[in-house]
Nanobody, 117 residues
Framework: QEQLVESGGGLVQAGGSLRLSCAAS????????MGWYRQAPGKQRELVAA???????NVVDSVKGRFTISRDNAKNTVYLQMNSLKPEDTGVYYC???????????WGQGTQVTVSS
């Protein structure tokens, strides 16, 4: 059973930076996509960024140029470097791992990011 453990959330002032980490454990299939979703209060969960095991990345327009996603395949870990944070970036950030052959999704427990103005 795959498990995802996130870390790195917290409270930061607008313009500041945070780095989120998500470590996956268990039977990790080599072909997968890891990424981050976020959910703001009263809103639906939305994709922020994703990176495949081959290194292809996808970053949504609202964070492009401010957020960078990367991964360390040897550690089964994905990172989200968040710079120039804005109050609208506030929410719970969830790590996701999608196994490509089966499209099975595994979610982390979420980590709170709060950006004060």
């Amino acid at each position: 059973q795959e498990q995802l453990v996130e870390s790195g959330g917290g409270l930061v002032q607008a313009g500041g930076s945070l780095r989120l980490s998500c470590a996956a454990s268990g039977r990790i299939f080599s072909a997968n996509v890891m990424g981050w979703y976020r959910q703001a209060p009263g809103k639906q969960r939305e994709l922020v960024a994703a990176v495949s095991s081959g290194g292809s990345t996808n970053v949504v327009d609202s964070v492009k140029g401010r957020f960078t996603i990367s991964r360390d395949n040897a550690k089964n870990t994905v990172y989200l470097q968040m710079n120039s944070l804005k109050p609208e970036d506030t929410g719970v950030y969830y790590c996701i791992l999608t196994v490509i052959p089966t499209n099975a999704d595994y979610w982390g427990q979420g980590t709170q990011v709060t950006v004060s103005s």
